[in-house]
């Protein structure tokens, strides 16, 4: 690396520069305006001295954006994409170009933040709502959920419904053997917790012994067996269990759907629509099920309403059932899920439109089938009679030879017990098929072997329904007429890429195009996560370079990278605490200590660890009132398992006891799990793992820049000190490697996500140890600005003794509701006028709003932000004084729509001017969000959630 520059030379020109909002000039007004001396001066302030780290980062030089592209490029050539043909739930297939450059790499769709404002969010809400009703046709069910992180988790999740829904005093589920191995994993480490037992075997022959309460069939098979579940559904059925169909959704263009079958739930991925294997992810995942099983389904779910105007609007229906809301109530933790890849996927179906899916679906199973007839030429007869893309052969001691001679051709097979798998995908060609054959011992010509091939979808499973009738999958064929399609979705929001996204908790910084540029590569994207680890040399250098960078930021000394989101980090770090209980006798340790104030995600995840939660309170101040939480300690001493404390708080405030805190905890034998979210206050100023925390998560897509994607993707990998790596998430793939762990898995992939952790990588390659820590202290700058300018309008309720808040503020315009009856969602809705998304609201404290700037945005925009604020306080004065009524306000009529500005006569009690170009905003570059206030209450009596068929338009016609 260039040693030429200095470190703070690079802070004032390198890409720090550009990450970093505020100019050297700027950060010097800011600091006069907070009443501190210095940066350095401004933190004394912010963090209790005795958490600051002894130590600088060791993060080396930072690069330059071109050093750190070519960095990449030297790591890229590391791995080798070979054709792989493993399956086992992952497929090639081809990104649309125009899907790629318009969506995957478009910050308007990206940057977005989950679809909580509905009113600026419609173009994703759209998206996501074809999403659903792609899923709903295909898998022949009511209603499908908006995307879950993987098809494993979604195995999890769909096992916990059932068994909440079925109604059944046993605790014991069946697993078809067919299952991805990977889904068993994860639902081996998802029943034991909870004391569930798992039958794994053949569901023909099997089911009808057990007593179960409900069981999962793969359709079709990991072997690529296609069975008719029809038998198995009845003989669950008739113990009064569910049924569970894991399926692949291109094969159902051509096989009977989940619910004709009977099936009460399908859960799959839908990779294979559009979104590359990206070693392991991100993906969407999806659940479906019967319209009875609706309010029970987990994750959020987009469905339609009205707006004032009474025009057809989306937003997330049944909200206040978003499972992690209802904290320890919660039967699951889902929040942060797969927006992005959810959208690119159902803009797949909408690039190719049935006919088109259906059409790959029949060249793929062609393929498969010449495939298999020149395997039974060559004597090595494909085991599953009726399959569709995946041939299973037995091979015995052929296998190393065969395995061999398929890697010289560059293709990776699955290797089985004595048996390989071929699973074919939409970019097989007929050379590839040939090359198999030569790698099983033959030269075979795929034009000679074709006539010989024999359809082999099974007569019975045939699909006879329509699905994707609706027009928006038949609109779009033209590329000149899609590419306006899914602009017209992204000019509806309003992301990153527009304005400041104030939303606290969320961290809605930068997400650096160099940053971006990476993941797309094909060597990168285009590796499956079981492909031998020689292949992904390149990978693996990035992990473990990326989990040395994060233990050392966080103090711990073992890293996981598995973990899907934050709150997957949480359950994976609960896990192992239990298991660390256990190993040491102590496996009745099941309490665990929560404050009042945590993030929902919390107290579900340690549910679901099998743990019972006790809540701590909040003293007056915001902090974890210290004597609360050492009665409930002591009190619970001997079954102490941990407490999970945010820090610094979700109040936005480093608490001075938090070392006290953790002693505590210690001193009863509990372990500490320290909630990473707000790790944005304290990169380079102080370390969790050094302070007395056991283990935490890190949101990579809060603090290390991953894109929020709309609701997902995300990273949440954990830290854990020495005590607690042995139990660290295994994966199957890695049994037998250095990183063989005792944990269960609680991913799909044993990487997670692994395509989207080049974004992290090359942020922290390009800030540096230095750059970084700078980042933390303007975020620290940045929030105690807008504290100190809002405070005489909004007061802001929580600060440290010596005034400051962290990297964020919770503002509190509560008394406003009394004073002239606006409510903060009247705020929220205004803002939007003024071309702002809102900050968090209600969370933690009901009725306030909390703002975090991040170090990205820069004073202009921070002063427009702070000047929306103030003028919205003036409009509420406004009320107070009484030249409007609250009901008359430009407050409650928020936000303002083209459908307002074009009213014939306007009757309004204030102006067109007032109501629509608030104080500061341009009328040239106006944001309008394309509907009004959207009601809530309306869409929930009158629950759509998907798009009806075309036939229902026609039949209301006639
Ligand atoms: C965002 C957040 C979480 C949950 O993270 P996800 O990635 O959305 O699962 C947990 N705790 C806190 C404090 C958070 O802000």
């Known amino acids: 690396m260039p040693a030429h520059r200095s470190q703070s030379e690079d802070i004032a020109t390198g890409f720090a520069r550009r990450h970093i909002g505020p100019s050297p000039q700027d950060i010097k007004g800011m600091l006069r305006v907070v009443g501190a001396d210095s940066l350095e001066a401004l933190v004394d302030q912010t963090l209790p001295a005795a958490i600051r780290q002894p130590t600088p980062l060791h ?6 954006e071109t050093e750190a592209l070519a960095h990449m490029a030297d790591l890229a ?96 589920f069946f697993v078809d053997r067919e299952v991805h191995p990977q889904t068993l994993a994860v639902l081996r480490t998802r029943a034991e917790p909870l004391g569930w037992t798992l039958i794994v075997g053949d569901p023909v022959h099997d089911l009808q012994k057990a007593d179960v309460f409900g069981a999962l069939i793969q359709y079709p098979g990991s072997s690529g067996a296609v069975r008719d579940p029809r038998p198995m559904i009845a003989a669950l059925r008739a113990k009064g269990g569910l049924a569970i169909i894991a399926a692949d959704l291109l094969a159902l263009t051509l096989l009977a759907s989940p619910g004709d079958l009977g099936a009460d739930i399908a859960i799959g991925s839908a990779q294979r629509f559009g979104v590359p294997m990206g070693y392991g992810g991100p993906h969407a995942a999806f659940m479906a099920v019967r319209d009875s099983l609706k309010r029970a389904l987990p994750g959020r779910l987009v469905g339609q309403s009205i707006d004032v105007h009474g025009q057809p609007a989306y937003r997330l229906a049944l909200q206040t059932r978003e499972q992690h809301i209802r904290r320890e109530k919660a039967t699951s933790n889902i929040c942060t899920a797969q927006v992005l890849l959810a959208v690119i996927a159902a803009m797949y179906a909408v690039y190719h439109g049935p006919d088109g899916l259906s059409e790959i679906a029949r060249r793929v199973h062609r393929r498969t089938a010449v495939l298999a007839a020149g395997l039974r030429k060559l004597g090595l007869p494909p085991h599953n009679e009726s399959f569709f893309d995946t041939l299973t052969v037995e091979v015995g001691a052929r296998q190393s030879e065969i395995v061999a001679r398929a890697l010289a051709e560059r293709i990776n097979l699955r290797i089985g017990d004595g048996t390989l798998g071929i699973a074919l995908d939409e970019t097989t060609t007929p050379a590839t098929v040939e090359a198999v054959w030569r790698a099983f011992g033959g030269a075979l010509n795929y034009r000679e072997v074709e006539p010989e091939m024999r359809d082999t979808l099974h007569p019975a499973l045939k699909r006879t329904s329509s699905f994707l009738t609706q027009e928006v999958f038949q609109a779009y064929r033209s590329e000149t007429e899609l590419l306006r399609y899914m602009r017209k979705l992204s000019d509806r929001d309003l992301a990153l890429d527009r304005a400041m996204i104030p939303l606290g908790s969320c961290t809605m910084k930068l997400n650096a195009t160099t940053e971006m540029m990476p993941l797309t590569w094909p060597a990168f994207a285009s590796l499956h996560p079981f492909a031998p680890r020689e292949q992904a040399a390149g990978y693996h250098a990035l992990f473990a370079k990326l ?46 200590l929560i404050p009042s104030s945590a993030h929902g995600t919390n107290p579900a995840s340690a549910s679901m660890a099998g743990m019972d939660v006790v809540v701590v309170a909040c003293n007056n101040r915001g902090d974890v009132d210290v004597e609360d939480l050492r009665a409930k300690a002591e009190q619970h ?102 990183e063989q762990r005792h944990g269960g898995a609680v991913a799909a992939a044993p990487f997670g996500s692994a395509s989207i952790l080049t974004i992290s990588y090359i942020y922290i390659l390009m800030m540096g140890g230095e750059g970084l820590r700078r980042a933390t202290e303007v975020a620290i700058l940045n929030a105690n600005y807008i504290a100190a300018k809002l405070d005489p309008h909004f007061p802001v309720l929580y600060r440290n003794e010596r005034g ?108 067109r001017h007032e109501g629509c170009f608030p104080a500061g905003t341009t009328r040239t570059d106006k944001y309008w969000c394309p509907v009004g206030r959207i009601d809530n209450v309306y869409g929930d009596r009158n629950l759509v959630c998907s798009c009806p068929p075309i036939e229902d338009y026609a039949l209301a016609a006639e």
């Open 59 to 64: 993060l080396g030089q930072p690069l330059t």
């Open 637 to 738: 001493s001997a079954d102490l398992a941990a407490v999970m404390i945010t820090y610094p708080s979700t109040h936005g405030v480093f608490e001075e006891h938090i070392r006290e805190i953790c002693d505590i905890v210690h001193g009863h034998g509990g372990q500490v799990y320290l909630d990473g979210a707000n790790l944005n206050a304290q990169v380079g100023l102080a370390r969790p793992g050094e302070y007395g925390a056991d283990v935490s998560h890190l949101n990579l897509h809060k603090t290390f820049c991953i894109p929020h994607g709309g609701g997902g993707p995300g990273m949440g990998p954990i830290g854990v000190r020495a005590h607690l790596k042995p139990y660290l998430p295994g994966h199957l793939v890695l049994d037998g490697t250095d």
């Open 804 to 911: 400051r808040v962290a990297h964020e503020c919770i503002v509190d315009p509560r008394a406003l509701k009394n004073s002239a009856g606006v409510t903060v969602d009247d705020i929220a809705k205004r803002l939007i006028d003024y071309g702002f998304h809102a900050p968090t609201m209600s969370f933690p404290v009901p009725g306030t709003l909390m703002i975090e700037p991040t170090e990205s945005e820069s004073k202009a925009e921070i002063d427009r932000f702070c000047d929306a604020m103030i003028a919205i306080r003036h409009e509420i004065a406004e009320i107070e004084t009484g030249r409007w009524s609250v009901e008359a306000s430009p407050l409650r009529h928020a936000p303002h729509t083209v459908h307002d500005i074009a009213e014939e006569v306007w009757k309004r009690a204030y102006t």
């Open 77 to 172: 050539s590391r791995n080798e994409v070979f054709t792989s043909l493993i399956g086992q739930g992952y497929s090639g297939t081809i990104l649309p170009a125009v899907i790629q450059r318009n969506i995957l790499e478009n910050p308007a769709w990206y940057t977005a933040y989950t679809p909580y404002q509905p009113e600026i969010s419609q173009g994703r809400l759209e998206a996501l709502f074809n999403y659903q009703t792609m899923i709903c046709d295909l898998t022949g069910l009511d209603v499908a959920n908006a995307s879950l992180l993987d098809e494993a988790t979604a195995a999890a999740e769909a096992m916990a419904l059932a068994e909440r829904s079925a109604h059944k005093k046993t605790k014991a």
């Open 547 to 592: 989990e040395e960078w994060l233990a050392d930021i966080t103090g711990y000394d073992a890293v996981s990278l598995q973990p899907n989101s934050g709150a997957q980090g949480e359950y994976a770090g609960m896990l192992a605490i239990r298991h660390y209980h256990a190993a040491r006798g102590e496996a009745h340790r099941k309490v665990c």
